[in-house]
């Protein structure tokens, strides 16, 4: 069984991720307006600092036995 440190919610809001999700599907149907393309990076950058963070914490928490 795994154990996770953390939920899908703890990573990024659910809905924050469903937006980057709409943002991709209509980037690719018809293209962003300026501003969309500012949300969408904004919403990438913050969604790569949870992981980011997450992932150090998942790293630090690792206990190292002989």
Not at 31 to 57: C, D, H, I, K, S
């Amino acid at each position: 069984m795994k154990h996770y440190a953390y939920s899908k919610e703890e990573v990024m809001d659910t809905k924050k991720i469903a937006r980057i999700n709409e943002l991709a599907k209509k980037a690719k149907e018809s293209g962003l307006t300026p501003q969309e393309e500012r949300e969408r990076a904004e919403l990438r950058a913050q969604y790569l600092a949870a992981v980011r963070e997450n992932f150090r914490q998942t790293l630090e928490s690792i206990e190292y036995k002989e």
